[in-house]
């Protein structure tokens, strides 16, 4: 405003404080290591200091710099938003490993869905969900050891009849055949693409994929506790017992070891954490 003193105008700033403000998140959950961007607004509009000092009441959860969320590590965090005359508004920012609903921290494949998850070697079967008690195919496992490998892409050959070219399991099957890990069904010329994987073909596969990559195989542990070994088909007999021994592979009780039975996306998330990370 403007004050007239004597033959001077003097112009006299008014002080206007900030009674409020808001962001424009109030809540939100955040991947380990992804970012957002928080906006404060200060009410009024027009009040004279706008700065705004931005906090985080953990810091080993998610940090913040001018606005800008970051996911640190697991747990809950308030982010704050500050005016210089205390005005305060708040974020509750929750921050998880992994982005689906279905996998609980406190199940006993947490661990294992995480690190291949991390690794890129097995998604979700959507953005939130990862079925982990869905049976697993044999072209997603094909598919996981081929990402596994760390191989390049492969050339469309029409070895099997349900595997055509250009789908998300052609290149994947391609090369376990070519790397003599996965054949089809005998005298069918199928794959079995959708069909479950059952544990012996699993550890078979993954037995065969440790050979491929000149890791020790030598070791075979007795089966004999096991009341239903003899199901076990011959193919696949060395191969569970080196899974055994590896401790890859364990039974569903003391006494069943359950070959025939379909594995699982949680049992498969396990057998790879504890290949990737244990087998040279």
Not at 105 to 112: G, K
Not at 214 to 222: I, L, P, Q, R, V
């Amino acid at each position: 405003s403007n004050t007239c003193l004597g033959n001077k105008t003097v112009t006299i700033q008014k002080n206007i404080q900030v009674t409020s403000l808001s962001l424009s998140i109030v809540s939100k959950e955040l991947l380990v290591g992804d970012s957002f961007t928080n906006t404060a607004t200060i009410f009024p509009a027009d009040a004279t200091d706008k700065a705004i000092i931005w906090a985080s009441s953990n810091k080993s959860v998610a940090t913040v710099e001018n606005g800008k969320i970051t996911g640190v590590g697991i747990g809950t965090a308030i982010i704050s938003a500050k005016s210089s005359n205390g005005k305060e508004a708040t974020c509750t920012v929750t921050v998880k490993d992994l982005p689906f609903t279905d996998v609980e921290e406190s199940a006993w494949y947490y661990e294992d869905i995480s690190y291949v998850y991390k690794n890129n070697l097995m998604s979700g079967t959507d953005s939130e969900h990862f079925s982990p008690n869905d049976k697993l195919t044999r072209a997603q496992f094909a598919t996981i050891l081929f990402r596994l490998s760390g191989e390049s892409a492969v050339n469309y050959k029409p070895v099997f009849k349900d595997v055509p070219d250009n789908y998300w399991f052609t290149e994947g099957i391609l090369w376990t055949n070519q790397a003599g890990i996965a054949g089809g069904y005998e005298g069918s010329n199928l794959f079995g693409i959708n069909d479950p994987i059952t544990r012996e073909q699993l550890a078979a596969m993954i037995y065969r994929y440790a050979d491929y990559k000149e890791y020790d195989t030598s070791g075979k542990a007795s089966l004999d506790s096991f009341s239903d070994v003899e199901q076990i088909s011959a193919f696949a007999s060395d191969a569970v017992k080196w899974a055994v021994k590896s401790e890859l592979l364990s039974g569903k009780t003391e006494t069943l070891l359950d070959p025939k039975g379909n594995a699982t996306r949680a049992e498969c998330a396990a057998i790879i954490s504890r290949f990737s990370q244990n087998i040279k």
